[in-house]
T-cell receptor, first 113, second 116 residues
Framework: KAGVTQTPRYLIKTRGQQVTLSCSPISGHRSVSWYQQTPGQGLQFLFE???????NKGNFPGRFSGRQFSNSRSEMNVSTLELGDSALYLCASSLSSSYNEQFFGPGTRLTVL | AQSVTQLGSHVSVSEGALVLLRCNYSSSVPPYLFWYVQYPNQGLQLLLK??????LVKGINGFEAEFKKSETSFHLTKPSAHMSDAAEYFCAVSVTTGGATNKLIFGTGTLLAVQP
């Protein structure tokens, strides 16, 4: 069974631009969560989607948004990029919104110049 | 609020030595606890999880962890370190919010170095 895939793997943007990251969960998984990883703040929860609905949201500004499609694939969008948005963005999938085991993708490394 | 604390941001052991990575949790409800490993330029891989079934949890690659409620700890151990164990290890607790439990709160991580 294929694992969680994230595209692109690496991305370079400039301040003020916007970016969209994509995540395809493991087949049959309906819950997708997003995390930001930085050296300073560590791993922080962004949001979780289940059946196309946002179930949880972390403490991030409104510039960070996401969505989930009917096939469970998810995208996250960051608008008006700031230097501090440079991070590894990790996607995790799970069977359901109350199943405790999450499987992580390889991440997208975003660099904002 | 639930949280985890990992003691020691860097741990160095010799190959063949015992690995002990410390994690303490704070939770007002019975927690679900996890250990993940991250190799350079990769995502997180689940090593093991505690979901109240048994206090001693065995995971992949020879790792295990023991849930001690009295000490609010969930330390990760491996009897004999291999060079391939060098990586960053994260302890995490699952947060229950409105019935959904897929929000993980991570510790700050412990970078394990294995010396030949």
């Amino acid at each position: 069974k294929a694992g969680v895939t994230q595209t692109p793997r690496y991305l370079i943007k400039t301040r003020g631009q916007q970016v969209t990251l994509s995540c395809s969960p493991i087949s049959g998984h309906r819950s997708v969560s997003w995390y930001q990883q930085t050296p300073g703040q560590g791993l922080q929860f962004l949001f979780e989607y289940f059946s196309e609905t946002q179930r949880n949201k972390g403490n991030f500004p409104g510039r960070f948004s996401g969505r989930q499609f009917s096939n469970s694939r998810s995208e996250m969008n960051v608008s008006t990029l700031e230097l501090g948005d440079s991070a590894l963005y990790l996607c995790a999938s799970s069977l359901s919104s109350s199943y405790n085991e999450q499987f992580f993708g390889p991440g997208t490394r975003l660099t904002v110049l | 609020a639930q949280s985890v604390t990992q003691l020691g941001s860097h741990v160095s052991v010799s190959e063949g030595a015992l690995v002990l990575l410390r994690c303490n949790y704070s939770s007002s409800v019975p927690p679900y606890l996890f250990w993940y490993v991250q190799y350079p330029n990769q995502g997180l891989q689940l090593l093991l999880k505690y979901t109240s079934a048994a206090t001693l949890v065995k995971g992949i690659n020879g790792f295990e962890a023991e849930f001690k409620k009295s000490e609010t700890s969930f330390h990760l151990t491996k009897p004999s370190a291999h060079m391939s164990d060098a990586a960053e290890y994260f302890c995490a607790v699952s947060v229950t919010t409105g019935g959904a439990t897929n929000k993980l709160i991570f510790g700050t991580g412990t970078l394990l170095a294995v010396q030949p």
